[in-house]
């Protein structure tokens, strides 16, 4: 194989010869373990390998495509929220008995911010997200999916959709105002951050660049700073110490990829790249 040949050919070759798909193989180098990349952007001189060299071909198992797993970790909520929302008088108990109190406008507005919430995140998944690895273990899916069927639908939905919930009681003016406008900003801005990053790659491209913007000169992930502003507005609006538990840790998660991410732009981009001193809030972390 010529060396200038991109990566990428190697995998090519591997598969042809074991059938499997070039997405469940990975190899690395005998002489020191790195990983060669499946990359047709990188030739093979640049990877090291030589004529005679040894290389690792590892069968990573089934796989399935990143994007299929997002389209199904916020599936789950989408589904979970309504369900709940409409089995009310058949898991909760009435302070009544002889009559079960209809859902309140809060209980009604929390239903459609959260689902809301994971419309949009399925359409950027299928619309604006652009993912430098095609696919990862399948059996990975169950273990992704916890924190939003679980904890995002069954945990999140039972305390907001209660007859005895903080949402059951009178809308106040003030604080769902300011919850509902923290939550538009932190929608609006995640979406920005998104479509700011999917300019940094080319549609099935691997390639990586620094993202730039006011709010990318801030801190090293305004999308997920929006985020978490996002669930501060939901908790506002909902008044449920289940959403505040939800958000943080949601954060403290969002809050080790920010910063694994500064990491990596530093360790890659070199002096091309700006160190952010904050990785998630300015002035906080």
Same mark, same amino acid.
């Given at each position: 194989?010529?060396?200038?040949?991109?990566?990428?050919?190697?995998?090519?070759?591997?598969?042809?010869?074991?059938?499997?798909?070039?997405?469940?193989?990975?190899?690395?180098?005998?002489?020191?373990?790195?990983?060669?990349?499946?990359?047709?952007?990188?030739?093979?001189q640049?990877?090291?390998?030589?004529?005679?060299?040894?290389?690792?071909?590892?069968?990573?198992?089934?796989?399935?495509?990143?994007?299929?797993?997002?389209?199904?970790?916020?599936?789950?909520?989408?589904?979970?929220?309504?369900?709940?929302?409409?089995?009310?008088?058949?898991?909760?108990?009435?302070?009544?008995?002889?009559?079960?109190?209809?859902?309140?406008?809060?209980?009604?507005?929390?239903?459609?911010?959260?689902?809301?919430?994971?419309?949009?995140?399925?359409f950027?998944?299928?619309?604006?997200?652009?993912?430098?690895?095609?696919?990862?273990?399948?059996?990975?899916?169950?273990?992704?999916?916890?924190?939003?069927?679980?904890?995002?639908?069954?945990?999140?939905?039972?305390?907001?959709?209660?007859?005895?919930?903080?949402?059951?009681?009178?809308?106040?003016?003030?604080?769902?105002?300011?919850?509902?406008?923290?939550?538009?900003?932190?929608?609006?801005?995640?979406?920005?951050? *998104?479509?700011?990053? /999917?300019?940094? #790659? =080319? !549609?099935? +491209?691997?390639?990586?660049?620094?993202? @730039?913007?006011?709010? $990318?000169?801030?801190?090293?992930?305004?999308?997920?700073?929006?985020?978490?502003?996002?669930?501060?507005?939901?908790?506002?609006?909902?008044?449920?110490?289940?959403?505040?538990?939800?958000?943080?840790?949601?954060?403290a998660?969002?809050?080790?990829?920010? *910063?694994?991410?500064? /990491?990596?732009? #530093? =360790? !890659?981009? +070199?002096?091309?790249?700006?160190?952010? @001193?904050?990785?998630? $809030?300015?002035?906080?972390?």
């Open positions: 194989m010529p060396r200038a040949a991109p990566a990428s050919q190697v995998y090519s070759a591997l598969a042809t010869i074991t059938g499997l798909s070039v997405n469940r193989i990975r190899v690395t180098k005998g002489s020191d373990g790195q990983l060669v990349p499946n990359d047709k952007l990188v030739p093979l640049q990877t090291g390998l030589l004529d005679g060299s040894k290389i690792y071909v590892k069968d990573l198992g089934p796989q399935i495509s990143w994007r299929t797993v997002f389209i199904v970790e916020y599936i789950g909520p989408l589904m979970i929220h309504p369900l709940l929302y409409q089995l009310r008088p058949m898991l909760y108990s009435s302070p009544n008995p002889s009559h079960f109190p209809a859902p309140s406008a809060l209980q009604k507005v929390s239903l459609l911010i959260i689902c809301l919430h994971y419309l949009k995140r399925e950027e998944t299928i619309y604006v997200h652009r993912f430098s690895a095609a696919t990862m273990p399948a059996k990975n899916i169950f273990k992704n999916s916890f924190h939003y069927w679980v904890l995002s639908g069954l945990f999140l939905g039972y305390f907001i959709y209660g007859p005895n919930a903080p949402t059951a009681g009178q809308m106040e003016p003030s604080s769902t105002s300011l919850g509902l406008l923290l939550y538009g900003i932190g929608e609006l801005g995640n979406l920005q951050s *998104h479509l700011t990053l /999917r300019g940094l #790659r =080319s !549609e099935g +491209g691997k390639e990586r660049g620094i993202p @730039r913007g006011r709010v $990318f000169s801030l801190v090293t992930c305004p999308n997920y700073m929006f985020e978490i502003l996002s669930w501060i507005g939901v908790a506002v609006v909902t008044r449920s110490l289940a959403t505040v538990v939800f958000a943080a840790i949601s954060a998660q969002m809050g080790q990829w920010a *910063h694994k991410k500064e /990491r990596r732009y #530093r =360790s !890659e981009f +070199g002096e091309n790249y700006k160190n952010k @001193r904050y990785f998630l $809030f300015p002035g906080i972390y």
